[in-house]
Every structure is written in C-alpha cells, then in structure tokens.
C-alpha cells in the first residue's frame, strides 16, 4: 500500500530562537496547531543531542494530539529516538539512499534543493517532498546564495513534473506575500504549483501563533482550492457583443466611482497620462516614492508602472509589492524593454516581485518579453514586419506570465492565455503623438479599477490576486483610446499631430456607451 502523502500546505518549521520575549516554545507550538499547521519540523541548530531529543520527543508529543505528523531536520538519530514520522534532509546531510535503509519504510524524508539540478537528483532518489529555497530574503537563516524569487521556484517545479515528489517553498513567506508566491511560483513548462509553504518567523515570531498561522492556512488553502490556472478568472461569454457590452459597464463604473489610478510613469508623457486618465472620470496620481507606496495602495484602485524612464525602480518594486498585498490590478508597461540589457533586467526583476494584471506593451516588447526577435525594439518603437502568429505570442506570453497581456499595433491582440481577441479600432494620428501607447495603459488601469469595483467582494478568501474581469478591463481601456482616436482624427479643428492631441482628451472625455457599442470592432480569435 502506498504511504498517504503528508499534508504540505502549512509546515511549521520551529526556531527556538525567534520565540517572542517571554513566549514558552511549547505554548507556541500548540497554538500553532491549533491554528491549523499540517506539518512541523524541529530543527535545533544549537542544542546539544540531548537537548535536541528531549525537545524533539516533546513536539511529538503534543503533535500526536493534533495528528500532526514531526520530521527532523538534519538528525536520523533524533528522529528514531523520538518516534518522529521522518527528517528533512540538507544538501551536506546524509545521503537519501542511506536514510532509507537506516529509518522505517514509510519514513517522510524531505531534501532542501536551491537549484534544478539538486531539485532532479532529489526527485530520482524518491525524495517525498523537496524544500525550496530561499524564496525570498529571510533574517532566519544566512542565506549563502541568492534568493530564487518565484521563477526561480518555478523553474524548479518543472523538474517534479510528472514525479510523485511533492514540494514547498521556504523563506521569507509572510501572510503578505503568501498568494503572491503561490501564484507565481509555477513551473513555466508544466503549470505545476507548490503543494505548499514552510514557515519560521510569521508563525514562531508572533505574540498569537494561532491567529498567525490561521491567516496563513486560510490563504493558502484558499490557493489550493481554487483553479491556480490563469490569474483572471474568466466569467460569462466571450462573444464581441458579450464583450463590448463588459465594456460599456465598466466604462460607467468609472464615472460613477472615480477610481484612483496610481500611476508611476515616465517625465516625456507623464501630463497626457494624468490628463488622458482625467477625460476618462477617473483621478490620476503620479507618486514614486517608496515610502509611500504602503498608504497608496489602499485608497488607488489600480497602479500602473510604466518605465519609459526608468529611474524610480525602487517605488516600482514596493509599489507592486503592497498592490499585490491589497489584491488591486497591476498595469505594467515596459517601455522600451528591448532597447538595453538594464531594461531587460529591470522588467524580469519586476515580475520576479509582484505579479501583474495586466502587460501592456508595442510589438517589440512584448517580443522581447516573450523571447522572439521577430519583432526588436528600437528605443521605444518597434521594428521588423508583423509576427507571423501574433496570436501565438500573446497567448503564450499571458500564460507564462499568467495575467492578460495586451499587444498594440496597427491591430491591438489581447489574450488572458485563453482566449486571443483583435481589435481594430484606432488612427493612424495616434502614430505621430509622444505617448499614444502610454496613455492606453492608463485607460487601461483605469478599466481595471472598475472591473474590481464592479465584482463585489467574496466573502470568504478566495486565493486570487485581483478580483474582477480583467480581460474585458484591458479590452476597455484599449477600444476607449483607440475609438476616441477616430472621434478627434475627424473633426475639422483637427489639422495634424498638434491639434489631434487636445482633441483626443476632448474626445475620451465626450465618449459615451453609444459611440463605444457603435464603433468597436473587436474579433474573437480564439
Ligand atoms: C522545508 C525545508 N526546506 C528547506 C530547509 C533547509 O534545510 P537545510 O538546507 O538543511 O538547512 P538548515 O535548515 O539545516 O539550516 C528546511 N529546513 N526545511
Ligand atoms: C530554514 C530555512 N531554510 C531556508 C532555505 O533557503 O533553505 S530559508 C529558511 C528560513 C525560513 O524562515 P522564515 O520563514 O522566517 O523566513
């Protein structure tokens, strides 16, 4: 009979030494439990064996109460003498072979893996779960290496793919970040998620473990149940009609809310992007600095990071950090992402911290985004023909990075890794002003706002980012721009680029239901 597989969603490993002032290890534990940990490790980097025994033999004790199973770190010895229900090994450790012949049959034995290969040679030799590691900085453990971030977890879960050893990620994971990680802690390849966390300080460090671990249990719990497919959920019929009048609703909701749109944006377009998201009811602020970025995320219902000039990547990074923390939409807009190695690196640095709702980007980045040099960036325009398969690109893309992506050009393609739409509004004056494709991802954010306002809030805890439809929000934000386009290229004040541009303000100010039902044109792909 094949052992049941352990309970890995919440796995409580204990730090004596992180124990608040005053707080017994013993009292901390059961509280622990009792807030729904599935699975403890004891791990005693200072005791000395007798210690180590008489602390492990207690934890199995008071686990056995809660049927909660108790694994050693590093120490077999410890863990035959205690009666605990197996060990997590490290990579400098006693080799998993050996273990299995020293502990009984069904024995847990986890191993610690920070890279692909450790994670394969763990897997081959029937390693029950891997532990992965660092996720994020931690003040727990001097980390030797650097973090691994959620792609580096990622890609260490494609190596499990297809293999019965199970996985959790450890270090740095707070009730803060928990969904964040989970989320994007996935294999590129093989869509396989972590089967849970490992947690020290959020638990052992609190002054009321149980409530601390309980929130932890009910967002990740919440993760585990709900679909980990796409982070946009879809909801109701992907038909045009469906879809424009999706539109239609959201754009009234942005009237009659006023969303705050947080905008972090570039100093060559930063009044049009104020003034764009304006015309469109909603209310611009334009704030970099990180510290900030706490408060602003509480009170914006969606940030837009766009890094035309990129020189505030660190309110980029914290800003994303705490809109993720407060499930609101993210629009990012990596400008000119192709056009040099720090831009490269600053966008894969951006989406190793938080996750996006929305990427919003030209031909050239997004197919630098996604790896293609069949469209390059040159500064912050595109060159080289169309792609063959832009359907292909967008698609692809929104599924790795697991959010809608949105690609604009002569046709603007948007795809939530499901399905791929064209839209094929928009005039060519748009082409001869600084900022079009800026401005779009402020109406874009703007959509987004509107599209959380406009799904009420679950009641319980449902494991997603954001709320809302975020396919027809960025489907909005772009047929809103691009239709107003066509308003203010036809009208007789308008003689070229310089008068198109007040027109266009005018025009996504002045639009209305009607002119957005009646001018979008918007085909299904996929
Ligand atoms: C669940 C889990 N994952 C990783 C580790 C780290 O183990 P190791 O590499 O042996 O380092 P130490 O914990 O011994 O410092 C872990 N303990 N638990
Ligand atoms: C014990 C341990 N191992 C790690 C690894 O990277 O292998 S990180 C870590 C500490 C985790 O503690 P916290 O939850 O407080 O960040």
Redesign the pocket.
Known sequence: MPKPPVDLALYL?T?RG?LPPGKDYYESLEESLQGGVTLVQV?EKKADTAEFLEVAVRTVGICNKYNVPVLINDRIDICLASGAAGVHLGQTDMPISIARQLLPKDAIIGI?A?NVDEARVARDAGADYV?I??LWW????Q?VKDVLGVRGVGAILDVLAGSPTRSVA????KSTNLLRSMHGAVGPDSSRTLDGV?????IVGSTTPKAAAANLKKLITAFLGSSPSIITIASGPRTPEALVSGVVKLFQTIREETPIIHQITNNVTINSLANITIALRASPIMATTPAEMEDLAKIGGALLVNFGTITDKAGMLAAGHHYNRNKKPIVFDPVGVGATAYRKAAAKEILNTWQATVIKGNGGEIGSLYGSSEVASRGVDSVGQAFSDPAKVVRELARRERCVVVMTGKHDYVSDGEHVLRLSNGHELLENITGAGCMAGSCVAAFCAAARLAQPEPKDEDGRLVRGDMLVAAIGGILALSIASEFAAARTDVHGSGTFLPALIDEVYNLTPEKLLSKAKIEVLQ
């Open positions: 490993v730090g992180l791990r610690s920070g532990g590691g660092a931690t003040e727990s453990k980390l450890i270090g740095g994971i490992a947690v020290i300080s959020e």
